[in-house]
């Protein structure tokens, strides 16, 4: 029996890259997968390779269509044991090039949709229910042109710590996820031509020497996730390669 079998998820971002990988991940364990997406043609083809799932199309930043994602979630009558809150976008611009639509566009898609995923999930979520963030390493870093996207995700671990004190006594866990370098489309939007050369470079100066797949970091989702982590609350698990620990 897998870890999640018989539970329901929700998995924003979940056409590909992480969020698809997790997905996979859930199903393989057991759970009945919601994967919600932008992009409804990548959606649908994600669902059909995950298998238990099904595909919402929608806006994560988008309140209707939020609401629209957990009204299917509710017609499926078994409440909701998981929320993977994982959609989020990078755009860089430094403080010159920054505009006030870069900043919003940012801002919507990594704190305004963590917000409305998770708060609008709240009257499915079963008691002792996992909630897990999307953070970033980038949270606490420097880089030049990421100071958008590394506020944003500073606001996603503020949020884990304050949900999980705010549920914690309904037994729902609420903890974030910081990924390091992973290889996904998110570099490519946000690197074009350039992503696989800053992959390397960025892999270059960690221990192992490589950039991680989106299953290494499925597999921690899977386990804040399941009941092997019962007592992890306000967490955030760095899957870095140690990029922020050394």
């Known amino acids: ?61 988008v309140a209707a269509d939020v609401d629209r994602l957990y009204e299917r979630v509710r017609e499926h009558g078994q409440g909701l044991d998981v929320v993977f809150a994982n959609a989020g976008i990078n755009l860089l611009a430094t403080l010159d090039e920054l505009t006030e639509d870069i900043h ?26 996992s909630v897990i963030l999307t953070a970033s390493t980038a949270a606490e870093g420097g880089a030049a042109g990421m100071s958008a996207y590394g506020a944003s ?25 910081s990924p390091g370098p992973v290889n996904t489309p998110m570099w490519e939007a946000a690197f074009g031509d350039r992503a696989r050369e800053m992959l390397e470079t960025v892999a270059a100066g960690l221990p192992p020497k490589r950039f991680a797949d989106p299953d290494e970091i499925a597999a921690a989702v899977t386990f804040l996730a399941s009941s092997d982590s019962s007592f992890v609350y306000g967490a955030n698990l760095y899957v870095d390669g140690g990029m922020n620990q050394i």
């Open 1 to 61: 029996m897998g870890q999640l079998e018989g539970k329901t998820a929700v998995v924003t971002g979940g056409s590909a890259g992480i969020g698809l990988a997790t997905a996979k991940r859930f199903a393989a364990e057991g759970a009945h997968v919601f994967i919600t997406g932008r992009r409804e043609t990548e959606l649908e083809k994600a669902a059909a390779a995950i298998g238990n799932a099904t595909a919402v199309s929608g806006d994560a930043s």
């Open 104 to 129: 919003d566009a940012v801002f919507d898609t990594n704190v305004k949709g963590t917000f409305l995923t998770v708060q609008k999930a709240l009257p499915l979520l079963n008691d002792g229910a």
């Open 153 to 177: 995700k500073a606001a996603v671990r503020a949020y884990a710590r304050a949900w999980a004190d705010e549920l914690g006594s309904r037994g729902i866990r609420v903890n974030a996820i």
